[in-house]
Every structure is written in C-alpha cells, then in structure tokens.
C-alpha cells in the first residue's frame, strides 16, 4: 500500500481543492449550476482553512444570484417574484423581478390573473398596466361575453356584463332584461304572495299611479314587469309614488336583508293605488 507523509496528504488536498474550484468555475460557465453549487458547498464546508474557501464563497454568491435570475426569467408566477422583490436586496435583480412582472401583465390574457394582482397585497407598481390591460381584454371578449350571457340568461350573468361592460350600446334593455329576470326568479323560488293595491281613486285605462309605503326596517325594492319595466327601491319608513302606463303586471317585493323572504303576485292596474309593506322575517 502507497504511503503519504503529512505533506504529501496536504499538497493532494490543495489539488483537490483547486480541482474542484477549477471544476466549478467550468460547470458554471456551461450552466450546469446545481453542480457547481454542489461542489462549491463542499470546499466550504470541509477546506475552511484553505484561500480557496473566500473565492468558493464569492462565486457561491454571484452563483445564487444567477440561480435566482433564471427563476426569474422562467417564472410566470407574479406571486413568486413579489417574494423575491421583498426578500433580495441585490437593485440589478430587484429591477429584473419588476421589469418580469410588467412583461407578465403586459401579455397576459388572463383577466382574473390581473384582477388577483390588484387585490393582492404588497408590491403593485404597475397596478395603472394590469387596469387597462383588463379593459383590452374586457374589450377584445365583449362579443363573446354577450354571447354566454345570451346563452344563460340569468340575472346574475346579465349584471356581470354590465359591470364589465357599463356603457354597452344596449344598456338601457339589458338592465330591463335583468329587472324581468329577477321578477321570473323570485316568483320561481320560494315566496310569499305580494298584499294587492288598494284602488284610491277613478280607474284609467293610460296610466296608473302606486303610492308605495315602507313599513319594514329595511330597504323594500319593488319589481314591476309588464306593460313597462321598472325596479324601485324605497329607503325604510319612507313612500314612494311610481307612474306606470295602466296595464297587467307581475310584481315583486323583497329587501336587503337574510332571513326575509320575498314576496310576489300580479296585478291589474288602471288607476291610482296604495300599497304598505309589512315584511317580517321567517
């Protein structure tokens, strides 16, 4: 067996770890980072008393850096670059991970993506971008939106639409759309039968005129679909007076409020009524 004095064991150990500096630096230059940090990680933590640990320790650094920028570079996670934008103090990498997340927003195509960025909390330079990107897209799917919300048809739906698209040429009839929609949900859902009106006065075949009392603690929304379409809401102890052209109506009533069911029923109106509402809780 070949024997080594204390020297020669000392020189071999030198070579080696100049070998595996050396070893390191190529794997590095050919992007082979979870080598070299590897091999980095084992001069350090085995060869402290040797010169080459300070240049291990350097080029670990620089290397981590170099890691970090390719995950920046990689990721489509606007999640994960906020984390890094917090936690890394280098500016050249703080001003990649916000130059990556501008890049992300500006070609996404995802609106919930670049909603949930505006909700989130913690670093939102480019909040102004994610908006108007929103608005590009909103546009861009605004036939496709009408569309779906022909195809379900439900109130719900109808003033998702709207609220994306609040200045739609058809406006004015959507929002009658959702007022005969939710008139058709609450009478299809569990209610109770609407108190009629009280005729007042002389009948009229034109127009009908409904004074409305709120006798409830809550705000009373009043639903008319017939003749015409109108929704009405009336502040809790106040009254109201609707015109309506004289006609056949289905009508609601509900509140802004759990636990209190809604009420329905139809009415024949030609003339001039009264109506107090009395809603309690089931």
């Known amino acids: 067996m070949q024997q080594f004095n204390a020297d020669e064991l000392l020189e071999k150990e030198q070579d080696s770890v100049e070998s595996l500096l050396s070893l390191s630096r190529i794997l590095i230059e050919k992007g082979d980072y979870s080598k070299a940090k590897r091999n980095l990680t084992i001069i350090i933590n085995n060869f402290g008393t040797y010169q080459e640990v300070v240049e291990a320790n350097n080029l670990l650094k620089n290397l981590n850096l170099q890691i970090l920028v390719r995950q920046i570079n990689n990721t489509k996670s606007i999640d994960s670059i906020k984390i890094w934008i917090k936690n890394v103090s280098d ?12 890049d992300i927003l500006a070609s996404s195509k995802d609106i919930n993506e670049l909603e949930d960025y505006l909700n989130s909390e913690g670093y939102k330079s480019h909040a102004d971008l994610a908006r108007n990107r929103i608005n590009e897209l909103k546009e861009l799917n605004k036939d496709k939106s009408y569309a779906n919300a022909l195809t379900i048809n439900d109130s719900k739906t109808w003033k998702r639409f709207i609220e994306d698209y609040p200045n739609h040429p058809e406006r004015d009839k959507i929002m009658e759309t959702i007022i005969m929609l939710e008139v058709d949900e609450i009478f299809s859902g569990e209610h109770g039968q609407i108190p009629p009106s009280q005729l007042i006065g002389n009948e009229n075949n034109s127009q009908s005129s409904i004074e409305i009392e709120n006798d409830t603690r809550y705000t009373l929304t009043i639903r008319y679909s017939g003749v015409e379409v109108r929704k009405i809401d009336i ?21 802004n ?11 024949s109106l030609y003339g001039e009524y009264s109506s107090a509402y009395y809603i309690g809780s089931n």
Do not use: H, M, Q, W
């Open 91 to 102: 500016p050249d990498v703080r001003i990649l991970a916000d130059d990556k997340i501008e």
């Open 235 to 255: 502040t809790p102890g106040s009254t109201k007076t609707v015109k309506l052209k004289s006609g056949e109506y289905k009508v609601t009533a509900s509140v």
């Open 257 to 267: 409020a759990a636990g209190v069911r809604n009420f329905a029923g139809s009415e």
